[in-house]
């Protein structure tokens, strides 16, 4: 069994540090780490480069999608059996891979499992919160051998079939942030591959807090990715949950969401009220298809 983890990487050297430590010690060996450095500009260049045991690739920053796009493009050089996708702000338990890989006997049916994202006081993470598949009809079948079906999930410890990738192609990387792995692990699961939660896997999102997007409580530095999630949002809905819901969600967008804001946020209202506009009206004209996988 071969695993390669990709590990994506933007100017937090001190917890890419972490991350890789942690990959270093997993009870199951991983074949190959490859990290790919965004661009990086706070000594993490210097360090990877000092890293005899990394696989290295270093790009100019174009978003985190370009990243994860890449890294798994990348990954494919080694011929894994599987590819451990995270930020460089997750920290594995040291079980964490083994837990996954040896959930079941038979796991090939999976187009990918997730960890269970908890925050650095032990409770679950706010934005990592994997909602369960409870109409599938093996559901119950499944939770008795310990694993949730779920409907999607986020790039924070995604252990992805290289099989189901080659069928369905590799994350959108104009997405540049948010939703990406929403739309790459939905796209999956269409395809009619299984998608498990393994709660005895377990990674720690060490993000400032513990949080979840909200769009009525962030700070006026986070702004500008409301763009991307708006018009992100509505690529998902028109292509995986259907045009009437991209449809109902224009129409929010432009009537009740400045309503909405207006009324909800204590600053900063107009700044949110334009992004929210302009990625509604951006998501009409943004149509990029996924890039099939070619080795």
């Known amino acids: 069994m071969k695993v390669v983890a990709v ?16 990959l270093r010690n997993q009870t199951f060996s991983i074949a190959e780490i490859l990290v790919i450095n965004n661009g990086s500009t706070d000594g993490t260049t210097e360090w990877l480069n000092q890293q005899t045991d990394l ?6 920053n174009k978003g985190g999608t370009w990243g994860f796009y890449n890294g798994i493009k990348n990954a494919y050089r080694f011929q894994p059996n599987w590819i451990w996708i995270m930020d ?29 994202v908890i925050w650095t006081d032990g409770n679950e993470h ?39 990738i080659e069928q369905v192609g590799l994350p959108i990387k104009e997405f540049f942030i948010w939703k990406d792995d929403t739309e790459f692990t939905k796209r999956i699961i269409k395809a009619g591959w299984y ?10 999102h060490k993000t400032a807090a513990n949080f979840s997007v909200d769009m009525f409580a962030d700070s006026a530095t986070n702004c500008w990715k409301y763009f991307y ?29 400045p309503i909405k804001i207006l009324l909800r946020r ?27 996988f070619n080795q």
């Open 7 to 22: 590990v994506v990487t933007y100017n937090r050297l001190a917890l890419l540090q972490e991350c890789i430590a942690a």
């Open 55 to 60: 696989q290295k690739v270093h790009e100019e």
């Open 88 to 116: 460089d702000d997750t920290v594995p338990h040291t079980n964490a891979l083994e837990k996954m890989l040896f959930c079941l006997p038979n796991i090939n049916k999976f187009g990918f499992l997730a960890s269970k």
């Open 126 to 164: 706010q934005m990592n919160i994997q909602h369960a598949d409870t109409k599938h009809p093996d559901f119950t079948s499944f939770q008795q051998q310990d694993i949730t079906l779920i409907q999607h999930s986020s790039f924070v410890s995604l252990l992805a079939n290289p099989i189901a």
């Open 195 to 204: 998608a498990g939660l393994v709660k005895q896997s377990v990674v720690v």
């Open 229 to 257: 999630g708006i018009r992100n949002d509505l690529y998902v809905r028109k292509h995986i949950k259907g045009y009437g819901s991209y449809v109902r969600n224009i129409f929010k967008n432009l009537s009740i969401m």
């Open 266 to 292: 204590k600053s900063h209202r107009l700044p949110y009220i334009k992004q929210v506009v302009k990625g509604t009206f951006a998501a009409l004209s943004f149509n990029p298809q996924p890039e099939p």
